[in-house]
């Protein structure tokens, strides 16, 4: 399976940063981050779980995780998994790193990166991860902007060889080319099948969802989410 597929220094996120931070998200990021931050300069762990500092069983990796509210609620979910979120955007990471500080522990099962997905996929070890979650990814709606979606197939590679296998893939989204496109992805992709199992499912929310706002403003705007499921066979 092919994985370390360079991507021609081409992000698939935008901006990096909106307003400027007030002076307390600024000290959080300079303080509290430096010790959740995942160090790509130090080899990976053979064994993920021991990048935390409480006792875990599984690990679960999000995507893009914006301000942090599904991530944070997963890891109160699940105390025993160890959640790795990535946000390159500056402003979301300022926002989750708020949270946790004002979490008893600072939450000893979450660890950041705060830089491009791609290179911590390529620095996790095979068979590595119980999970990916990729929710309302930027979705480049300009066709010929299209490329630069986090999903194709060099990206499902890395999913597919740092995945365990029987792991799940959730991807969720607004629109609806992004979705097709998606769909596409995974039905020409041998490691992954389309979990659904009814008609309804794909616009079903996962399991004890919680939302996020920018979900609650495409729903206002007349726009129907997809919540999509792949298994990694």
Same mark, same amino acid.
């Given at each position: 399976? $092919?994985?370390?597929?360079?991507?021609?220094?081409?992000?698939?996120?935008?901006?990096?940063? @909106?307003?400027? &931070?007030?002076?307390?998200?600024?000290?959080? +990021?300079?303080?509290?981050?430096?010790?959740?931050?995942?160090?790509?300069?130090?080899?990976?762990?053979?064994?993920?779980?021991?990048?935390?500092?409480?006792?875990?069983?599984?690990?679960?990796?999000?995507?893009?995780?914006?301000?942090? $509210?599904?991530?944070?609620?997963?890891?109160?979910?699940?105390?025993?998994?160890?959640?790795?979120?990535?946000?390159?955007?500056?402003?979301?990471?300022?926002?989750i790193l708020a949270q946790i500080e004002n979490t008893s522990g600072h939450l000893q099962h979450v660890r950041l990166y705060d830089d491009d997905a791609i290179r911590l996929l390529?620095?996790?070890?095979?068979?590595?991860?119980? @999970?990916?979650?990729?929710? %309302?990814?930027?979705? #480049?709606?300009?066709?010929?902007? #299209?490329?630069?979606?986090?999903?194709?197939?060099?990206?499902?590679?890395?999913?597919? +060889?740092?995945?365990?296998? @029987?792991? &799940?893939?959730?991807?969720?989204?607004?629109?609806?080319? %992004?979705?097709? #496109?998606?769909? &596409?992805?995974?039905?020409?992709?041998?490691?992954?099948? #389309?979990?659904?199992?009814?008609?309804?499912?794909?616009?079903?929310? %996962?399991?004890?969802?919680?939302?996020?706002?920018? $979900?609650?403003?495409?729903?206002?705007?007349?726009?129907?989410?997809? %919540?999509?499921?792949?298994?990694?066979?």
């Amino acid at each position: 399976m $092919e994985k370390h597929k360079a991507h021609g220094g081409q992000a698939f996120f935008g901006r990096r940063q @909106g307003k400027p &931070l007030r002076p307390r998200q600024k000290a959080l +990021c300079n303080i509290l981050l430096p010790d959740l931050r995942i160090d790509l300069a130090q080899n990976a762990p053979a064994d993920l779980r021991t990048l935390f500092a409480a006792p875990i069983k599984a690990v679960r990796l999000e995507i893009g995780f914006g301000g942090g $509210e599904h991530l944070l609620h997963e890891a109160a979910r699940f105390p025993s998994t160890g959640f790795i979120g990535v946000e390159p955007f500056v402003n979301g990471m300022a926002k989750i790193l708020a949270q946790i500080e004002n979490t008893s522990g600072h939450l000893q099962h979450v660890r950041l990166y705060d830089d491009d997905a791609i290179r911590l996929l390529d620095w996790l070890p095979d068979q590595s991860l119980d @999970g990916i979650d990729l929710f %309302y990814p930027d979705p #480049w709606p300009k066709k010929k902007h #299209w490329k630069r979606r986090f999903v194709n197939i060099h990206n499902l590679n890395r999913f597919a +060889c740092v995945l365990k296998k @029987g792991a &799940l893939f959730r991807f969720a989204s607004d629109i609806d080319t %992004y979705i097709n #496109w998606t769909l &596409l992805h995974i039905r020409n992709h041998p490691a992954f099948t #389309w979990a659904a199992s009814s008609a309804a499912d794909w616009h079903t929310p %996962y399991a004890a969802w919680p939302g996020t706002r920018y $979900e609650a403003k495409a729903i206002r705007e007349g726009r129907k989410p997809a %919540y999509l499921t792949f298994l990694r066979v």
